[in-house]
């Protein structure tokens, strides 16, 4: 692989002890391609809506909470949204991709679509994690689903619920969440009733994906590392063009006698081109709204 391609200098797995990324530019772009339009605050929090103004992101890094992320859909632009979800700031950003890229897609096949979708069972939300082996469990009104490892779960509420305690988080149909117990380690990820449940399967299958994602170090929550699967990223592979610059550096630096027996490898010491990038910065950034 590149080198260029890559952000991280580890992999981690599973996927739900991962932590945030420092960058909301990957989830945000799916909608960016479709048409959707973007404008940010003095503050640089970044908020997206659809051409007819009735789907909207928001992404708050500096909102007045620890909810990073808001999507809602209104058939009224100015009423109360038909459905909300969001997202903590400690929620693996491959996830609101998986949640955002649905979106964009049922928003480019059927604008109206995004506001209901097709009346599907909630079984087919949580099928993903069923699929994957997750145990399934049951309270009072309540589904559960908890990962193997007891490190991520999904509630999922039946019954009725009131729509305004939905939209104020004081009630959770769909409730994802992930990590060791703690503030920095565990997030969370919430879904109003009427969120299409299409929408809610791709977040989920997304989630008990085993693939490792890539992070800088730093960025994977301390108290979810003793549990996660971490491993190094491989230095890249020199290119025959690497390779034949560094024989050239080498016999320039020998007064021009080519070391003929150095190895490819010995001959790289010290090349950019054999080294990592390295992280500019940890802080959040929002390119896509620039």
Known sequence: MPSHTLDGDVYVAPLYLAGSTTIGDPAMQPLLDHGFMAQSDELANVYISSPDQHVRLGFLPEGPDNTLWKVAAHNDPFGLPDWLATFDSNTPTELVTAFTSALATSYAKDPDAALTGPRRPAAEGFRPLEDAGWKRGSWQLTTLFTAP????????????????????????????????DGFSSRWYATFTSSVPVDLIA??????????????????????????????????????PLD?????????????????????????????????????ATHHRRVAAAR
Do not use: F, M
């Not at 085993?210 to 020199?238: D, H, Q």
């Open 149 to 180: 490892d007891e490190l991520a779960g999904l509630t999922y509420r039946c019954g009725v619920l009131d729509r305004h305690a939905e939209l104020r988080g004081d009630q959770d149909r769909w409730l994802l969440w992930g990590g060791r």
């Open 243 to 279: 390779i034949r610059r560094a024989a050239a550096a080498r016999a320039r630096s020998h007064g021009g006698r080519l070391v003929g027996s150095a190895s490819a490898a010995s001959a790289l010491t010290g090349l950019p081109s054999a080294v990592l990038p390295a992280r």
């Open 202 to 239: 791709a977040t989920t299958a997304r989630l008990a994906d085993p693939a490792p994602v890539l992070r800088y170090e730093i960025e994977v929550p301390k108290r979810n590392r003793g549990a996660a699967r971490i491993c190094p990223v491989p230095p890249p592979v020199p290119t």
